[in-house]
């Protein structure tokens, strides 16, 4: 595959520059994720009110993917209902496993310029490592 | 040797490994190395021409089995300057061999207040195993520090040795830093503290003329796939005076002497610590592999290693934005030569070399407690083979200095 599809600008943007990585005051959310066998690690914040969620942030230690697509992902869910979060989520997951539509990726906006990690077996995990944690965080907790 | 007599041999003996006629350069030979021809062909004609249960049989089938492992097993022996035969035990890899050991020999040789030192550059297989009978034994685990370039000086070990200290477990040679350490030099200082030395030869084994005698280690484990030998296959070596000692680590079929319902006894060594049907075309297959490097020679093997790892280990000192870890002198690496990226994840480094075609490790090398001790989280490793040419090493150089570029950073 070629490279550009795969690091793209996106994916090399929100790794230079992301703008959700720091930590926030006093979430009420907070969880971590790791990868075992790469040693991708995130810790996610969110603070949520009214079941919107109204601020968020991460920090961590991993490659340019999982690294770029927490912060992508954050950016998305930030003013979105939890329940929206866990709908993008799934899609992510599912576009990731290759099994989304062109529409439902187009939904995932921003995040759609990670579809290709689909073909890379190797790095799926990178990709979905903030989403997963995103869905264990509050799907969990109802 | 000349340079041309050099490139002229290892062209030659390259295109005995079918897989390296892929347009890939393939820089993990630390991980597992290529397989010759000569050693697909043992196995081939092993499972072909003579595989039965080896010493079960009577019948002549199974006695050509036996004579098969028996053959690989003195092969082995040879090759690592072993007294005899049966100081060698055929496992899986440098890993079953390094738990075979801890887990034996610890069950009887460690007390309460023991001390077992193991340097912090081991690999994982070679440091949770002493660490689990440490633990169980309430035994202390001393902790070895090599200096920044990887070298362990006599002050770093003589702090570590004392009157409670039982064993030390250091390896010939890191597969991370690369270093080779002066085992000949340590076991005298291990012995002279009334110690035992366990040596990983994982690294080592494949890369250099491993005398046990000359260096005078108590034990040495290694595997066969990282030495052009199959995977599955591996050895402990240990003195007979120790191995003599040494309790069974797996209890089954074949290790035994005599069974009845209230008394045991065992098979002679090393076929007490060989328990249930042993991989013959596994130790055929290293058979093959042991010819086949003392064919091409250690003269060969060595210098174009050598060359390969001046070459990368310069050209990366070239480069902007790339760090080396260890030591910054070439000779200091054993074909291994570990780095980072400034800004660049080693899996993102990893990845985009991948797809340019050179193969290089990402990770932590099952080494995280000298990732600690080195202050970092994961590094890239390139490691060469004899068989790997000057062009690999180029296009290694040339993919590696695009990487920054590429992820959208300034050279
Ligand atoms: C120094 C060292 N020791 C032990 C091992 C373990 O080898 P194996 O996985 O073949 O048991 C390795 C290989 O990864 C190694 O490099």
Known sequence: ?142 | MTDQELKDNVIKYRKLFPLLSQDIAYLDNAATTQKPVAVLDAMKAYYEEDNANPFRGVYDLSERATERYEEARAKTAAFINASTPEEIVFVRNATEALNLLAYSWCEDNISEGDEIVVSVMEHHSDFLPWKYMAEKKNAKLVKLEPDETGAVTDEALDKCLSDKTKLVAITQVSNVLGRVNDIKHIAEKVHAAGALISVDGAQSVPHMKVDVRDMDADFLSFSGHKMYGPMGIGALYAKKKHLEKLRPFMYGGEMIATVHWDRVTYAEIPHKFEAGTVNVGGAVGLSAAIDFINEVGWDIMEKQEEKLTLKAVNGIKEINGIRLIGSDRPEDHKGIVTFMVDDVHPHDVADIMGRAGVCVRAGHHCAQPLMDHLGVKSTCRASFAFYNTEEEVDKFLTELSKVRGLMGYGF
């Open chain 1, 1 to 142: 595959m070629d490279f550009k599809t795969f690091y793209n600008e996106v994916v090399t943007d929100h790794n230079m520059h992301p703008l959700h990585k720091h930590a926030i005051e006093n979430p009420d959310f907070e969880m971590e994720g790791v990868n075992p066998s790469c040693g991708d690690e995130i810790t996610l914040q969110l603070k949520v009110k009214d079941g919107v969620i109204t601020e968020g942030g991460f920090v961590g230690d991993g490659c340019a993917i999982s690294q770029a697509s927490a912060d992508i992902m954050i950016d998305m869910v930030i003013g979105k209902k939890t329940e929206e979060a866990l709908h993008l989520a799934d899609l992510f997951i599912r576009m990731i496993k290759s099994e989304a539509s062109p529409e439902e990726i187009d939904e995932l906006q921003e995040a759609g310029a990670l579809a290709d990690i689909s073909h890379m077996p190797a790095r799926v995990k990178c990709a979905v490592l903030g989403w997963h944690t995103l869905d264990e965080m509050i799907g969990k907790k109802d």
